[in-house]
Structure formats: structure tokens, C-alpha cells
């Protein structure tokens, strides 16, 4: 953290007057947020049979070897490296195929800016079931079925509209300032991009890159349905490999749920700390 | 009140034409930076996505060779009391994430920009929902609606009588709301961490000086942080309606629609019509539809962006 | 003043980013040997899919020049996978399809292959058990090969029925009396739901149309010569209608859309249930369900289905397709899909064996009591033995309906039991749903009722 001027203390010194109310409603909604993943770690330590009579309750003797089997039956470690490769590359992707398209938008000359808007926007709203069959056999044409690069490029066209709308949206509302005078010291429009606008608005691009990384990480249908070898597919896979006769069995899907959840979390603890303010760590307040 | 006087902008914004540039190399520029984008768009979403705007002119199965039929798909679902349903769920889907979600997720994000202590875990905390994936998360609140063991017999046994008789997911008239707070518990934290990053752009200065001014909290609020994330606010805004049309996943793994058709979206409605049913080009049909209502949408949007001159 | 164009440096970003997403990538997946037959396979526990490949996969492989390739799917979205692949020209070799309707589907778009000499050649005619062999052809031409099949019947608790006095039903007269006494002693009769799995309901339906209103009379409807709103149809639903208002079905109207499969199979171990009419699948989980809620899995048993109405035989077996196996028409080499086709059908000490250890349905073949292994469960033997040997053999709806009817069936039938509509109103639907594809044609042909 950068060392913030004395401003920034006088007005956490002026923050703490609502405290106890303020703090009081954080905690309500996050009971609300944590109360049913409290119930998913219960049941990640129930038998199946335990869960059909007890759903909610406390285990009465945990089954810690759910977490075991569960690893094992879906080949997670597999499954993991494979999504470590799928979600950075397309939350890599997606950053800079949004970033500049965002910059672009905003700061630069392009044709019919609302068209383009507009077609982002439409495309967002097609149902996948729309194009999943034509887009299969373009796929196997070009040779991208059956590969991960084939997956990554899908997300990054899917993923991507929305982050560049959201990039935007933070773009705006920045103001240009900067920018002109690095091009007036005649730095051209990349370095312009990289050195001024990204920090800029870092705090977007990281969420930017975490949604798309989360909502690759999650998907499920387009990876089945790109990948066949067993080898190449990614953890999500995992949710659906508890087939107990027709149905699921709910307590792997429970464990294998939590072992999924850790990584992320992992990524999102050591991605808060870059969450500073964007706009306050540059020193635009002046 | 000079505060207020600056105007909505919340971030000052002085004139554009300094940062943008015009001139044919400019324009070069910008389509170069734009370029990876459009290509991967059209290669994966626009172009194929034509061609089932073609299949839902035609008889297709998914299999057999496809006859053209002209609009019959169409006036098929005109006439279709299924599909009526589905889009009257769809509607009222909008109005609750329009509202419910928006508003818990800029109460959660506001609180969380006036706090320093513990920031860290409450953004953690509101934001696990939307990072468990959405089949363990739809496991989970299934076990708790149970009307056999759930949180209902729960409260019946503390001396809340009636909650042992409701059957959330299981009862028509209460299966849509049910599904739709059980989503809303998976996506508000989400929308808490856009307006937040929204919100740390707003220039600090303005909150200084409105609290110099001896402005109010609710003031500061209405006046200050909800100019200042206007952009985002509006773009969460329109897609919030262009993702209520989609909504899929929990509807689908929940109830596929029951009971008794209580929860079909337009979306479950294609999905049974593609692979259950074999009528590809019905389903494209009902696809096309989403699409267009959505583009209504979209244009409407960008119609009153324009009268409004709102700079998103 | 100049502004570079930064084209250089924007390539090499973008492209960077390709090639770098390439390199990462590109050597994770391999395209797999090209001259390996390709077959997706699907399973319900890992023993079973290491069973599956050590028995049937490996043996093959050794015995053949030609080699097969399995892929591992899941058993949830199989059908809808295979099904988007061929659609979309990426069909395996072998085409795995949940019954005949869709293997029609596939043949009619010429994406098979007729498999009339292999069957000469291997002799499938005269293996495959009649009924079956019909349901393998399109237009008078094989085009699939079944195998797996099995039955809808009534599961219960032995235990649970000593205690209570009980025997399997067998008439309307008994099975409405155990109904009685069971939910007088606050069990739920029988076991119903479709919270999970929408399409439960079909289970259920097909059991009360084959105990209702007969083969005979579902044969007539199955080929256009009665009615689906006819009286008999009519009647059964009403019957139906009026024991889940009664909470026989499942607890009643509401928990019925609450109500897993699971949550039945464990209410049955727990004594919770009395009946459960469900499909044969469950012979290789049923037990589980036992165990895990501590109770002897040696007590589960099944009994066929009871007469649900005067005139229709007691014992009635719907007999239902789990997979039929097609070749792809785009196959390089359908001489060995097709004998590895014949590998799974064709050696009965292989599929009993696949049946003895993991539950697994076999091939509809006509099995002797000397064909199964040592150490069999001897519910299953029970099973495969009495079929072939019955002539009261009923229809599933979903091996034998088309696929908007089945549909049907399964979502509108809700609207019954939340009484928005009439079962009369219901079957009308039903009949105008199946008379258009009727008309269209392309439906599977049932076996003639004996």
C-alpha cells in the first residue's frame, strides 16, 4: 500500500461516526452469504443416506474420506492443472482483448462507436444453445475441436463482451487528462495504453480477468462438449462424475465443490491486496 | 453546496475532444485495438449464430436434412401457451434482479467502501457465493428447502408453525421466487464487487470536501457516489435485463421448469425443445426471439442514452 | 507533432497472447491415434468404468489388430453430447443412443450405417430376443444393436413387509389394501417424486399404464389404432390422480415435486416407503442405499408389477432399452465397430459376468439358468431369467414413444397432479402431440403383445 496522505486518515477518522450501524448490516449480510456454505461443508462429511434424512444438521461422524474419494473418482489433480491452464489463459486473454478494445471505444477513433455497442450487447444475449452446434462443426473444420486453445479462444469470445463494457464503463468515468499529456511528450498509443491506462484502471482489469477466470473455471458445457480426451479437461468436470444410479450422490458433489472452492479463493485473497484504489494510488485527486 | 454543484459527472470530466483524435491513421489505430475482439466474436458467437437464424426458417430435427417452412416456427410459438409462460417468467425475473439484487448489491458495496477494518473478509464472504460453482450451490439449497428436514421443520420446531408447511420448490405458486432468491443469493456479492471497484474511482476529494460541506450520509450517497458509478450502474443495469433473458443454470438444475411449468424460461423451454423434443428449428426460433427482445432492449437504451446525453 | 502507429506493437500484443495461449496449450491435449476406433462410454461408479475397461475394452484390444478407444463420459449428459456431436458431423464410430427413438433419428439422417450383413455375420438375429431385434430396425434394416435392457418393478423392504404383515400385491384389491394400512401407520404407500429429474414421472406413468391399462390395449394406442384419451387411459390416470390426493404417491401432490430418487430408495431401506416402482437400474445401487443407512442390504427384493385394473394380467414387465449402439456412416472402419459391437453382445459369460459384479443390465438375449456366474445376486438372476421366459411383456414409454409425446408425458403430466388440468384434458393432449408424429412417421415399432 502506498503511503496515503494525511487526507485520507482525517477521513477514515470521519468514517468511523456510523461504525457500529455500518458493521452491524456488514454482518447480517454476510451471515446470509456464508449460512448455506456452512450447510455445503456439512455435507461434504454426510453419507448420502445421511444427507437424504439429515440435509441441514451437524455430520454425526464426519466422513472425511468423502474428500479422498471424491479427489480420486474425478482425477481432480488432473482436472486442476488443466483449469490452471484454461482460466489464466483466458482471464489473460480476455484482459487485453477487453482492455484494448475498451480503450479503443473510449479514447480513440472508431467507426459508428454505437454500433459497436450495440453488436457486444446483442451478442451477449444469444443463448449458447443457439450456436453450439454450428460453432462445433467451424471447430473440427479449423481444427480447434478436441484442444484447449480451441476452449480458451470460445471463452474469450464469450467472456469478452462483457468485460469490455465493464472496462468501459470504469473508463469513462476517468478522466483523459493523463493520457494527453503522455501524448503530447509524444508517446505513441501502446505505451500510452500500457503505461497510463492500465493502472489506471487496474482494479477494473483485475475484475475483469477474475469474472472471466471464475465463470471458465465454473463452465461446464462448452469444455464436454469441446474436449473429448479425458486428459485435457478441467475440474468442473468433477461435479458431474458422482452419478449414484439416476441421480447424484450430493456429498462428493459437496467435497469435490469445496476442493474447487480453495483455489480461488486462494486467487482472490492475493488478488485483494491489489484491489487498492485505482484512482487514489495514482495520485489523480489532486 | 459547491459539492453538488460540480455537477453528476462525480469525477469532473472536462471536455473530450483533446483525448480523442480523428484523422484516417487514428481510425487505424482504433480498429487495430478493436480488431481482436470483432475477430474472435465473429468467429465464435456472430457467425455461427447466423446460420441458426437460418435453421429456424426450416423443419430441423438436429439431424435430418432441414425443408424450409417459412415463419410456421414463428407463428407456432405466437400461438403457444408454453412459450407465453416462459416469457412472463422471464419478465418478472427482470423486475426482481432489477431491484433485489441492484439494491443489496449497492447497500453491501456502499458499507463497504466507509469501513477499513475487516474490508477484507467481508468482501471474501459476500463474494463465495458467486465463486462455488452453481451445481454444489443448487445442491446445497435444495437440502435447505426441504420440507422434510430443512430450514421450514427447523423453524416449525422453534415455534414458527406455519414454516413446516411451505414446500418452496415444490409448490407452483412459489417455485419461481424461490429459485429466483436462491440465485440472487449467488449474484448480489457479485454485483457488491462491480460497484465497489466502481466506487473506489470516484475521485476522494469529492467526499472530503461534501463532508467539509457537512453533507449527510444519505446525501453523500445520492449526490456523490451514485453520479460517480453512473456508468457502471447503467451497464449493470442493461445487462441485469440481457442476463434475465438467459437465466439457465439454476432454473435448469432445480426444477428443468416444474412444477407443472411454474419456473420455464424461455431458455429451459429451448433446451427441452432442442434435445428433448428434436426440434432444432424451433428452438433456433425461440433463440432468435431471446435475441430480439433483447435487442428492443439495447436499442431502446441506446435511444434514451442519446436524448439524455449520459456519457456511458 | 506525430502519433506512430503502434501497429507493430499491437500485433505483438495480440499475437503474443496467441502464441503464447498456443504454446501453453497446445502440447496439454493430444488428437489421439487416428486409427483407433472412437467409443464414449458412460458409467455409474468408477469400478464400474474399470470393470468395463478391463472386461470389455482391454480383452477386445488384445484380440484385435484394430483397436478401440474409450472416452469417459457422463451418464447425465451422454445422450445430449452424442447427440451435438452428430448433429454437428463429430460422431464417434460407435453412436451410443438411450433407446430406439433416437436411433431412428440418426438413421433416417443417414448417419448410420445398416448393419444387415454384420448381423448375418455374427449371427445377432438369431441371438437378440425378438422384441428387441424389432425395435433395432428402421425401415426394415438393422441399424442398432441393444445393449443393455431391463424392466420397471416394484421394490420393497422384506423386513419392512414381515413387520407389518405385508406380501407383493398382485391385484388392484391388494395393492389399494397395503396402500391403506401403509399410510395408516404414517409409511408413504408408495414411492414417487421427480425433484432432480423431471423426467421420473415416466417411470411411474409407464408403470401405471402397463398395470392399467394393459399391453393390449397400449399396443392399440402405440400403433394408431385407439385413442390415448381413450377410457381405459383415462380411467388409470383418474385412479392415479385420486391416490396421490390421497398422499399414496410419494406423500402427495406437493412433496411429489420435492421427492429425489435417492430420497425414495433410502425411504425404502428405512422403512419410510412400502413400494417403490422404479427401473432396474437401481439393482446395482439399491443396495447401497441399505448400507449407508445401516440397515441389511440383504433385505432389499423387487416383485413384478401388481394388476392395477380388472382385465390386465398381474406381472407385467415394460420392457425398456438402456443403450443401443449404432456405427457412425462416417467410420473408417466399420468392420471393427462392428465386431466390437458383437464383443459386447456377443459372449453371455461376458455380460453376466458384467451383470454378477457390477449390476450392470445386460444384452436382451434369452439367458438359461446355467448361463449365470457363481455368486450372482440372485434378484438380478430372478430377473433375466423371467423375462424371456414371460408373455406379458409391456412397453416404456420412453423406448417406445416419440420423443414430443414422451416429453410430454413426463412435463404436462404435473399440471395433473397439481389438478390444472383434467387427466381427460391430458390425454387429449397426448393424442394430438402423438397423432402428429404419427403422421410424420419414423416411430419405433412394438412388439406385438402376446
Known amino acids: 500500500m502506498p503511503a496515503r496522505p494525511t487526507r485520507a486518515r482525517r477521513a477514515a477518522r470521519l468514517m468511523d461516526r456510523s461504525r457500529p450501524l455500518t458493521y452491524l448490516l456488514l454482518v447480517i449480510l454476510a451471515a446470509y452469504a456464508l449460512g448455506p456454505i456452512v450447510v455445503m461443508v456439512f455435507s461434504a462429511l454426510k453419507t448420502p443416506a445421511e444427507l437424504s434424512t439429515n440435509p441441514m444438521g451437524l455430520p454425526a461422524d464426519a466422513a472425511w474420506d468423502n474428500f479422498v474419494t471424491a479427489w480420486q473418482n474425478a482425477n481432480m489433480s488432473t482436472g486442476l492443472v488443466n483449469s490452471a491452464i484454461i482460466v489464466s489463459c483466458t482471464a489473460v486473454g480476455v484482459c487485453l482483448i477487453a482492455g484494448s478494445a475498451a480503450y479503443a471505444m473510449v479514447r480513440l477513433d472508431v467507426p459508428a462507436p454505437g454500433a459497436i455497442t450495440m453488436y457486444l450487447l446483442v451478442v451477449t444475449s444469444l443463448p449458447i444453445q443457439l450456436f453450439l452446434v454450428p460453432l462445433l462443426s467451424w471447430w473440427t473444420r479449423l481444427g480447434l475441436y478436441d484442444t484447449q486453445f480451441g476452449l480458451i479462444v470460445i471463452y474469450w469470445a464469450i467472456y469478452s463482451p462483457f468485460a469490455t463494457l465493464l472496462l468501459r464503463s470504469y473508463l469513462i468515468a476517468i478522466p483523459p487528462d493523463y493520457e494527453a499529456a503522455a501524448r503530447m511528450d509524444g508517446a505513441g498509443e501502446l505505451t500510452v495504453f500500457v503505461r497510463i491506462v492500465m493502472p489506471l484502471i487496474w482494479p477494473g482489469l483485475l475484475t475483469a480477468g477474475l469474472v472471466a477466470g471464475l465463470q471458465a473455471y465454473n463452465e461446464f458445457l462448452l469444455a464436454v462438449t469441446f474436449l473429448q480426451d479425458a486428459e485435457a479437461l478441467p475440474v468442473s468436470i468433477a461435479l458431474y462424475s458422482f452419478q449414484q444410479g439416476f441421480t447424484v450422490n450430493h456429498a462428493l458433489v459437496a467435497a469435490a465443490g469445496l476442493i474447487m472452492l480453495l483455489p480461488m479463493l486462494a486467487v482472490f485473497l492475493v488478488m485483494q491486496r491489489r484491489f487498492v484504489s485505482g484512482y487514489a494510488s495514482t495520485g489523480m485527486a489532486n | 453546496m459547491s459539492v453538488v454543484a460540480t455537477g453528476p459527472g462525480g469525477a469532473a470530466r472536462p471536455p473530450r475532444p483533446p483525448a480523442r483524435r480523428r484523422g484516417p491513421n487514428r481510425r487505424l489505430t482504433g480498429l487495430l485495438f478493436l480488431a481482436p475482439l470483432l475477430i474472435v466474436n465473429v468467429l465464435v458467437i456472430a457467425g455461427p449464430a447466423m446460420m441458426s437464424v437460418a435453421y429456424s426458417f426450416t423443419d430441423w430435427d438436429g439431424i435430418n436434412t432441414p425443408d424450409f417452412v417459412g415463419t410456421a416456427n414463428y407463428e407456432a410459438l405466437a400461438g403457444d401457451a408454453a412459450f407465453h409462460r416462459a416469457l412472463g417468467h422471464n419478465l418478472v425475473w427482470t423486475l426482481f434482479f432489477l431491484t433485489v439484487p441492484m439494491g443489496m448489491g449497492l447497500l453491501g458495496a456502499y458499507l463497504l467502501s466507509r469501513v477499513r477494518r475487516g474490508q477484507t473478509l467481508f468482501r471474501i464472504a459476500f463474494f463465495i457465493p458467486y465463486v462455488v460453482a452453481t451445481v454444489v450451490s443448487a445442491a446445497v439449497w435444495r437440502q435447505i428447502l426441504s420440507p422434510d428436514a430443512g430450514l421450514g421443520p427447523a423453524l416449525a420446531s422453534f415455534g414458527v408453525p406455519w414454516a413446516g408447511d411451505v414446500n418452496a420448490l415444490g409448490d407452483p405458486d412459489l417455485a419461481l421466487g424461490a429459485i429466483a432468491m436462491i440465485n440472487n443469493w449467488q449474484w448480489w456479492g457479485f454485483l457488491v464487487m462491480l460497484f465497489l471497484t466502481a466506487m473506489q474511482s470516484v475521485n476522494p476529494s469529492l467526499y472530503e470536501a461534501a463532508r467539509l460541506d457537512g453533507a449527510g450520509r444519505f446525501r453523500e450517497f445520492w449526490h456523490i457516489t451514485l453520479p460517480g458509478i453512473r456508468p457502471t450502474l447503467v451497464f449493470l443495469f442493461l445487462m441485469t435485463i440481457i442476463w434475465s433473458f438467459l437465466v439457465f443454470d439454476f432454473v435448469y438444475i432445480l426444477t428443468q421448469g416444474g412444477p407443472a411449468g411454474s419456473t420455464d424460461m424461455l431458455s429451459t423451454l429451448l433446451y427441452r425443445t432442442a434435445f428433448s423434443e428434436s426440434r432444432a428449428g424451433v428452438a433456433s426460433a425461440v433463440g432468435v426471439v431471446m435475441a430480439i427482445i433483447s435487442a428492443i432492449t439495447i436499442a431502446g437504451y441506446l435511444i434514451l442514452r442519446r436524448r439524455l446525453r449520459w456519457e456511458v | ?450
Open chain 3, 1 to 450: 507533432m506525430t502519433y506512430h502507429l503502434p501497429r507493430r506493437d499491437a500485433f505483438r500484443l495480440t499475437g503474443g497472447a496467441l502464441a503464447g495461449a498456443w504454446l501453453l496449450t497446445g502440447c496439454g491435449s493430444s488428437g489421439g491415434g487416428s486409427s483407433a476406433i472412437d467409443y464414449w462410454g458412460a458409467f455409474p461408479t468408477p469400478e464400474t468404468e474399470e470393470f468395463f475397461r478391463t472386461h470389455f475394452i482391454d480383452t477386445f484390444n488384445e484380440s484385435s489388430e484394430r483397436q478401440v478407444k474409450m472416452t469417459t463420459k457422463q451418464l447425465t449428459n451422454l445422450a445430449s453430447q452424442t447427440d451435438t456431436a452428430v448433429s454437428s458431423g463429430n460422431a464417434p464410430d460407435i453412436i451410443y443412443s438411450p433407446g430406439p427413438t433416437t436411433t431412428i433419428g440418426y438413421a433416417q439422417g443417414n448417419r448410420t450405417i445398416p448393419l444387415d450383413d454384420y448381423a448375418d455375420q455374427y449371427g445377432w438375429n438369431d441371438r437378440l430376443l425378438p422384441w428387441a431385434q424389432q425395435l433395432s430396425r428402421v425401415e426394415d434394416s438393422m441399424q442398432s444393436v441393444p445393449t443393455s435392457y431391463g424392466s420397471l418393478v416394484m421394490y420393497y423392504n422384506r423386513a419392512v413387509f414381515e413387520e407389518n404383515g405385508w406380501t407383493p400385491p398382485t391385484t388392484k384389491a391388494e395393492f389399494e389394501a397395503l396402500c391403506e394400512d401403509a399410510d395408516s401407520k404414517g409409511i408413504i404407500p408408495v414411492g414417487a417424486g421427480n425433484s432432480g429429474y423431471p423426467a421420473q414421472s415416466e417411470w411411474y406413468l409407464s408403470c401405471v399404464l402397463n398395470a392399467a391399462v394393459g399391453p393390449q390395449n397400449l399396443y392399440e394406442i402405440l400403433t394408431g389404432d385407439r385413442d390415448w384419451n381413450d377410457d381405459a387411459v383415462v380411467d388409470a390416470l383418474e385412479t392415479m390422480k385420486s391416490q396421490i390426493d390421497k398422499g399414496w404417491w410419494g406423500g402427495g401432490a406437493e412433496r411429489y415435486f420435492t421427492n429425489t430418487d435417492p430420497d425414495m430408495c433410502t425411504g425404502i431401506a428405512n422403512g419410510d416407503v412400502a413400494m417403490y416402482m422404479s427401473g432396474t437400474w437401481s439393482f446395482s445401487s439399491m443396495g447401497t442405499f441399505f448400507t449407508d443407512s445401516g440397515n441389511d442390504p440383504q433385505d432389499w427384493d423387487w416383485a413384478p408389477l401388481p394388476s392395477l385394473a380388472e382385465g390386465v394380467d398381474p406381472g407385467v414387465y415394460p420392457m425398456a432399452i438402456g443403450t443401443a449402439l449404432s456405427i457412425s456412416s462416417d467410420s473408417k472402419d466399420p468392420d471393427t465397430a462392428a465386431a466390437f459391437l458383437d464383443h459386447l453382445v456377443g459372449d453371455t459369460t461376458r455380460s453376466l459376468g458384467y451383470l454378477a459384479e457390477q449390476g450392470e443390465n445386460p444384452p436382451p438375449v434369452a439367458y438359461t439358468a446355467e448361463d449365470f456366474p457363481e455368486g450372482i445376486d440372485p434378484r438380478a438372476q430372478r430377473l433375466y431369467e423371467e423375462i424371456p421366459a414371460s408373455d406379458n411383456l409391456g412397453y416404456a414409454s420412453w423406448t417406445f414413444l416419440p420423443p414430443q409425446t414422451n416429453t410430454a408425458l413426463y412435463t404436462e403430466f404435473d399440471a395433473v397432479i397439481t389438478g390444472d388440468i383434467t387427466p381427460s384434458a391430458f390425454t387429449d393432449f397426448l393424442k394430438i402431440s402423438f397423432e402428429q408424429e404419427l403422421g410424420a412417421g419414423g416411430l419405433p415399432t412394438p412388439f406385438t403383445p402376446q
